[in-house]
């Protein structure tokens, strides 16, 4: 994995100079964070209650979803997410599909983004901020470009601005590209309108997949399917995010 330093080097720039963070971004961003995911949770601790149960009773335990993903300087941290898909396997023993195991509560879930809520707990532990580029998974940072890996210059987060321009309907480079712009340009006013138009497409419930796929396609995998990278490319990349992964 390229550290932020590493990846600066790399592109011959100094991190902070190159993004340009301001006071807002290094001072008052993360405690307002905090405050406002704090508060956050107290409100809504009955629908997370709720949620929960509902999970567990028509989904399976446990009700919330734990997985390995590259945050801030690409230090992986553990995220926190409602399950919205069930275990079950084919004759082999293995998972079926995702598209598969999605049930009808999972979709719900999904479609108005209450499968995110536990991440509010990130936001407290600092392994997230509000605003910033979704945190994607280890085996779609590995097969990122340098420049595409500066996304992991800051906290990653719980809404982005990709997210509020297209979400799982833009394809994976606009995705990276709107994540290069937020970090160019991180603002207080920039975050706050970030958050509404975020309510704006839950309400609306759009950009949740892609087209014609139940859940997203892996950047790795999109990347083959459109011959952006060889057979050999992608199986050594994936065994590098497996030996990452193993490393945890």
């Keep these: 994995m390229f550290s932020v330093t590493e990846i600066s080097a790399i592109m011959g720039v100094k991190s902070e100079q190159a993004v340009r963070f301001g006071f807002y971004a290094k001072h008052m961003k993360r405690p ?30 446990p009700a919330v979803y734990m997985q390995k ?15 919205t898909m069930n275990d079950k396997r084919d004759e082999n023993g293995e998972l079926l599909p995702d598209g598969k195991r999605l049930t009808k509560l999972g979709r719900i879930l999904r479609s108005t983004s209450l ?5 509010l707990i990130n936001i407290l532990k600092g392994d997230l901020s509000i605003v910033g580029p979704r945190p994607q998974l280890i085996k779609d940072m590995v097969f990122m470009s340098v420049t595409q890996r500066k996304r992991h210059m800051v906290r990653q987060g719980l809404t982005g601005l990709a997210q509020v321009n297209g979400r799982n309907d833009i394809t994976w480079e606009e995705k990276f590209d709107y994540d290069l712009q937020y970090i160019r340009n991180i603002t207080f006013f920039g975050d706050i309108k970030i ?8 309400f609306e419930r759009e950009g ?5 796929s139940a859940t997203c396609e892996d ?16 199986l050594r990349k994936t065994e590098e ?8």
Excluded: H, W
């Excluded at 629908?47 to 149960?53: C, R």
């Excluded at 993903?69 to 997410?81: A, C, N, Q, S």
């Excluded at 949740?208 to 014609?212: H, L, P, W, Y």
């Excluded at 995010?241 to 945890?248: A, D, G, Q, V």
């Design 32 to 61: 307002i964070d905090f405050v406002l995911a704090l508060i956050a949770l107290v409100v809504l601790s009955p629908v997370l209650f709720a949620t929960s149960i509902l999970v567990r009773i028509f989904i399976g335990s």
């Design 69 to 83: 993903r590259p945050g801030k300087d690409e230090k992986i941290f553990t995220l926190y997410k409602f399950r």
């Design 115 to 119: 499968d995110e809520l536990p991440q």
């Design 195 to 202: 958050i509404l138009l975020t309510a704006k497409k839950v």
């Design 208 to 212: 949740i997949n892609s087209a014609g």
């Design 219 to 234: 950047f790795g995998d999109y990347l083959l399917n459109r011959k952006k990278i060889d057979k050999d490319e992608y």
């Design 241 to 248: 995010s497996k030996l990452i992964e193993n490393s945890l």
